[in-house]
């Protein structure tokens, strides 16, 4: 004789072992919360439409009410024997209201019902996720705003290329956090449908209400095929990928921070409170936080690609291998989230040093192209210009000086067109100021870039 709920067509039971690598209750118990809510709409959608008894539905509302408290108060203790979260919540509610329990899976199977709670838990962690992402967003506001007219070397190649506005580079990754949180608002589009009422495949003959249930369950949408409902893992893997170009996000930001910090540069020094020290050197201060985040930028991506290779190659409907698509989401949903926040808190309590990112701009020429856009201003062809500051520019690095230490007799000698202003055209601060094209590093465009941040963050 088999135990299990299903276990009516079994003369033997699973060894303990075995039984252990089919469950999946040590990780989806994550979803139980999700697992009662839906339940609870549900049971009462059977009373509603006469499927069992009001009376019967009431009592099994109560008693997932009374489990979802315990639940909370961290009371439910589930086990392996009872495989996943579904089963495990059943044979709990039988313990607690009797045999009418078994009503409960009435015109239902795990296999919508799985479904139906990880687009609970998804469509709950997506939003959690987007505010996270706003608080970031915020914080990266701010700090250009206080950064408009900061400068520092802007990179092409990793070699300073042009001047740039700190506020600028700020707004980079603004523009590419909101694009990921635009993705994740989309994701939420897929993520919100209902499959409740596919049951194993096929739907089913009782007169079930799946409005009534998406109602309960504040889905917008409802799954319109049966088979689509119980076989598609889309949503997450658009999740798997959203949160993986998320972290190539924060990992490039976080590279940066690391050279930024680094004895070369000295731009920045972070805080304390996200640094770590070393075991045998005492004068170490570390990037520990952001070298994780860059870290579990590779974890998130083995995420997806496991779950795409999972899905490769399945037949619909339902299959078991459907069971190790939760732990990378949940991974994910976890990695992600926890990395925003650190990611924020790391970049509102890190000091920058001005004068250091400011000189680092005037020992190099970064300005080169200053002197050519003066000369190409004043009708000497670009490519002639580009000729002319490249020489110059080699013959400073063998005198061992600079653009704007060049004297003007030299200046006039190149071309008579050059006059005394060069010398304010070189400067960093001018170079990024007059970059004023819309999009531009210039002051007012970062400003402009700010002011419409600021009055998208306030809409949301
Ligand atoms: N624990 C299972 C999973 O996560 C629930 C669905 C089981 N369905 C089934 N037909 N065995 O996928």
């Known amino acids: 004789k088999n135990e299990k709920l299903w276990g009516g067509r079994f003369e033997k039971s699973l060894e303990h072992w075995v039984e252990e690598f089919g469950a999946s209750i040590t990780f989806d118990q994550k979803m139980a919360e999700f697992d009662i809510k839906g339940s609870i709409a549900h049971a009462k959608m059977l009373g509603q439409t006469g499927i069992i008894d009001l009376a019967e539905s009431e009592t099994l509302v109560k008693g997932l009410e009374e489990l979802l408290t315990e639940y909370h108060d961290g009371k439910l203790v589930f086990n392996v024997t009872n495989e996943d979260i579904h089963m495990n919540m059943e044979v709990l509610l039988t313990q607690?209201?009797?045999?009418?329990?078994?009503?409960?899976?009435?015109?239902?199977?795990?296999?919508?019902?799985?479904?139906?709670?990880?687009?609970?838990?998804?469509?709950y962690h997506l939003s959690v996720v987007n505010q996270k992402l706003k608080n970031l967003r915020e914080v990266l506001v701010t700090l250009a705003n206080d950064h408009v007219e900061t400068i520092m070397p802007g990179y092409t190649h990793l070699q300073h290329a042009q001047p740039i506005s700190l506020g600028h580079y700020f707004m980079a990754y603004y523009s590419m956090f909101t694009r990921d949180s635009d993705r994740f608002t989309f994701n939420m589009i897929h993520t919100d449908i209902s499959p409740l009422g596919a049951a194993a495949l096929a739907g089913t003959t009782f007169p079930i209400?799946?409005?009534?249930?998406?109602?309960?369950?504040?889905?917008?949408?409802?799954?319109t095929n049966s088979l689509d409902a119980v076989s598609d893992r889309d949503f997450i893997l658009e999740f798997l990928s959203n949160a993986s170009i998320l972290m190539m996000h924060m990992s490039r930001m976080c590279e940066e921070l690391i050279l930024w910090c680094s004895n070369e540069c000295q731009y920045i020094s972070l805080s304390d409170t996200f640094s770590t020290g070393s075991s045998i050197m005492?004068?170490?201060?570390?990037?520990?936080?952001?070298e994780l985040i860059r870290g579990k930028t590779g974890r998130v991506y083995g995420n997806l690609m496991s779950l795409l290779t999972i899905m490769k190659s399945l037949?619909?409907?339902?299959?078991?291998?459907?069971?190790?698509?939760?732990?990378?989401?949940?991974?994910?949903?976890?990695?992600?989230?926890?990395s925003i926040d650190i990611l924020a808190g790391m970049l509102e309590t890190m000091t920058i040093n001005k004068e250091k990112m400011l000189y680092s701009t005037e020992k190099d020429f970064s300005n080169a192209t200053e002197l050519a856009d003066y000369l190409a201003s004043k009708g000497v062809p670009f490519r002639q210009a580009h000729e002319i500051v490249g020489s110059l520019v080699l013959e400073c690095t063998t005198a061992g000086c600079y653009l704007q230490d060049v004297p003007l007799t030299r200046y006039k000698e190149l071309s008579p067109l050059i006059e005394d202003n060069i010398y304010d055209v070189l400067q960093s601060q001018t170079a990024v100021k007059r970059r004023n094209s819309l999009g531009g590093t210039g002051f007012e465009q970062v400003k402009h870039q700010i002011s419409l941040a600021k009055s998208t963050l306030s809409s949301e």
């Open 96 to 123: 607690k209201v009797g045999a009418v329990a078994g009503k409960l899976h009435t015109a239902r199977s795990r296999n919508d019902q799985v479904a139906t709670d990880m687009h609970l838990y998804l469509k």
């Open 209 to 223: 209400n799946r409005e009534l249930t998406a109602d309960l369950m504040a889905f917008s949408d409802i799954y």
């Open 282 to 290: 005492p004068q170490k201060k570390n990037p520990d936080m952001a």
């Open 315 to 338: 037949p619909l409907s339902y299959n078991k291998d459907l069971q190790e698509d939760k732990e990378g989401m949940f991974d994910t949903v976890e990695t992600i989230s926890v």
